[in-house]
Structures are given as structure tokens and as C-alpha cells.
């Protein structure tokens, strides 16, 4: 089956301590995405990446990292930077047409819910 | 940067009754739009999108969503709401993508939760 699969599905962190959150699709889409969703608060853009080798910050890029080196992940790194990283981050990723713009609908994975103890 | 207004956090309906989330856009250009739904822990998934084809949408689990151009508008509605309909809905824009960019990016609203109540 195709799809998006994050793992694990719940981590825990202590202060001070970098994860790393895994991010693995085999849809075969170019982009993917990086969001962080808190209560009340929707989806905020973390990052995301259009092409191999390729990734641009979002909106709330600083204390995340993140790595393309293969089409079908995307892993993002929670260093010690963020402040408060306790959320649930959602991966995302969706086609790009050739020669049209990536406006398509992203299709999203499970979800990793991160606790910092 | 475009941005999306779900007006009303927490909707709440009894079974059966009609569905109505709201949802609001400003977007300089003609947007793409749509509308997931998410269950508790769990990632979203697409209900409906609207790319400028007819105005109004429908999708899937018996939802459907009419643009309003002049009102900047993308409401979800369905007739009669059955209990598994109780998650989380979220409206989504996409603008047309940066200079130098092939990616539009999605801005979601701050969600509104549906209760259902049997």
C-alpha cells in the first residue's frame, strides 16, 4: 500500500537532548513538508523540500533541522535550540506536475507526538 | 501571504442535524482551497478541494463546500451529521508559488472541533 509512514509514533525527550523524527513516503512525490500543530493553534510550516538535496525554511524554522538526501525521506532534527518542543508534528508530501506548480492536495502521515519530560 | 479564518473553534450539533463550518480566505489571486479532517491522533485527510472548476465541491463522507468569490468564502456543510463526523476540520489555502518557486504553499486555519451529540 501506498502512503506515509512516521515513526515513533510518541516520543520522549529530555532538556537538552537532540531526536530526530523519521519521515518516509512511497507515493513517489517530489515535495515534502514538515508541520507542528499545538492546540488551537492549526498547522504551522517547520520545513519543507521540492527536490532531492533541496529543503527551504517555513515559518517556524529555527531549533529544526532537516535532510534530503533520498526522494522518499525527509527526517526532521529537534535540537536542543527549540525552546518548546512538546507538540505533534505531521509530515506531509504531494505530487509535482511538470511544468505546473505544486498546488495539489498534500497527504499527510500519522503523526509523532514529541514530549520534552 | 494569503491566510485562512475558521470562524468558531467548537461547533457542536446533534445527529442528524445539518453541519456548518465556516470558512473564510484573503488571497489576492484566484486560491486553490480545501478542507481536511483529522481524528483524534491521527494525521489529516483531504475532504474536498476546490481548484477553480465549479463552485461547488463535494466530497467525501457525504460533506461539500460551495466558493464564494464575492463573500471570500469555502463553507463546509453537510445535511445530516451521523457520530463518526466528531473531529477535527481544518480549511486550507494555497496561492500561487514565490518568484524563482514551483511551490504553493497550503496555509491552514486554526481548525474548528465538531461534537456530535447522539
Known amino acids: 500500500d501506498g502512503g506515509i509512514t512516521q515513526s515513533p509514533k510518541y516520543l520522549f525527550r529530555k532538556e537538552g537532548q537532540n531526536v530526530t523524527l523519521s519521515c518516509e513516503q512511497n507515493l513517489n512525490h517530489d515535495a515534502m513538508y514538515w508541520y507542528r500543530q499545538d492546540p488551537g493553534q492549526g498547522l504551522r510550516l517547520i520545513y519543507y523540500?521540492?527536490?532531492?538535496?533541496?529543503?527551504q525554511k517555513g515559518d517556524i524554522a529555527e531549533g529544526y533541522s532537516v535532510s534530503r538526501e533520498k526522494k522518499e525521506s525527509f527526517p526532521l532534527t529537534v535540537t536542543s535550540a527549540q525552546k518548546n518542543p512538546t507538540a505533534f508534528y505531521l509530515c506531509a508530501s504531494s505530487w509535482r506536475t511538470s511544468g505546473d506548480p505544486i498546488r495539489d492536495e498534500q497527504f499527510f502521515g500519522p503523526g509523532t507526538r514529541l514530549t520534552v519530560l | 501571504a494569503q491566510s485562512v479564518t475558521q470562524l468558531g473553534s467548537h461547533v457542536s450539533v446533534s445527529e442528524g442535524a445539518l453541519v456548518l463550518l465556516r470558512c473564510n480566505y484573503s488571497?489576492?489571486?484566484?486560491?486553490?482551497l480545501f478542507w481536511y479532517v483529522q481524528y483524534p491522533n491521527q494525521g489529516l485527510q483531504l475532504l474536498l478541494k476546490?481548484?477553480?472548476?465549479?463552485?461547488l465541491v463535494k466530497g467525501i463522507n457525504g460533506f461539500e463546500a460551495e466558493f464564494k468569490k464575492s463573500e471570500t468564502s469555502f463553507h463546509l456543510t453537510k445535511p445530516s451529521a451521523h457520530m463518526s463526523d466528531a473531529a477535527e476540520y481544518f480549511c486550507a489555502v494555497s496561492d500561487l508559488p514565490d518568484r524563482g518557486s514551483t511551490l504553493g504553499r497550503l496555509y491552514f486555519g486554526r481548525g474548528t472541533q465538531l461534537t456530535v451529540w447522539p
Open positions: 488571497s489576492s489571486v484566484p486560491p486553490y
Open positions: 476546490y481548484t477553480s472548476a465549479a463552485t
Open positions: 523540500s521540492q527536490i532531492v538535496n533541496d529543503f
